[in-house]
T-cell receptor, first 108, second 114 residues
Framework: DAKTTQPPSMDCAEGRAANLPCNHS???????VYWYRQIHSQGPQYIIH???NNETNEMASLIITEDRKSSTLILPHATLRDTAVYYC?????????FGAGTRLTVKP | DGGITQSPKYLFRKEGQNVTLSCEQN?????MYWYRQDPGQGLRLIYY???????QKGDIAEGYSVSREKKESFPLTVTSAQKNPTAFYLC?????????????FGPGTRLTVL
């Protein structure tokens, strides 16, 4: 599975959009981009995934660049409850290779 | 109410004892997984099972054992051979048919070996 690179931490003001970047320059054509988040001492929560096209669901939007070498997870209106570690994963098989993720802190 | 349950949430054991962590799912998923998470780090795959009565080793299987006698259950035994068993253990399941195959996680069990 391709390796991902994420910033270790980010801050966001409550009510503003949180944009979390992920680089996956070695991604191959059949690897999906997945995003999960983990609130302290809980199991990871699935957010969204995509292959080529941008995706949106009730939680977030996923923007994947045309060359697929990077992506951005967008939380449109961050709340305090969105404070968590966000993991970007690229995979084609069933092994979810989690890195260290980005610790997002939403501040009042 | 469908989901994945892990019990207990916190578990304490003395060094040298085997301990079994429970994972149950009522999602009718074929595939189940066990991960280990150490403080400040990502998840590492211990074992996975794609079908009843079959399972494969992940990246860090040494010192662990599993069974998959029922579709709903995938217990993990941490044996005395595991050199550093204190960690947060996460179970996940997925439909298991083909890619993409989203994994859904349980709440985790925090094991502390004294």
């Amino acid at each position: 599975d391709a390796k991902t690179t994420q910033p270790p931490s980010m801050d966001c003001a409550e009510g503003r959009a949180a944009n979390l970047p992920c680089n996956h320059s070695t991604i191959s054509g059949n690897e999906y981009v997945y995003w999960y988040r983990q609130i302290h001492s809980q199991g990871p929560q699935y957010i969204i995934h995509g292959l080529k096209n941008n995706e949106t669901n009730e939680m977030a939007s996923l923007i994947i660049t045309e060359d697929r070498k990077s992506s951005t997870l967008i939380l449109p209106h961050a709340t305090l409850r969105d404070t968590a570690v966000y993991y970007c994963i690229v995979r084609v098989n069933n092994d979810m290779r989690f890195g260290a993720g980005t610790r997002l802190t939403v501040k009042p | 109410d469908g989901g994945i349950t892990q019990s207990p949430k916190y578990l304490f054991r003395k060094e040298g004892q085997n301990v079994t962590l429970s994972c149950e799912q009522n999602l009718n998923h074929d595939a189940m997984y066990w991960y280990r998470q150490d403080p400040g780090q990502g998840l590492r795959l211990i074992y996975y099972s794609q079908i009843v009565n079959d399972f494969q080793k992940g990246d860090i299987a040494e010192g662990y054992s599993v069974s998959r006698e029922k579709k709903e259950s995938f217990p993990l035994t941490v044996t005395s051979a595991q050199k550093n068993p204190t960690a947060f253990y996460l179970c996940a399941s997925s439909i298991g048919v083909s890619s993409p195959d989203t994994q859904y996680f349980g709440p985790g069990t925090r094991l502390t070996v004294l």
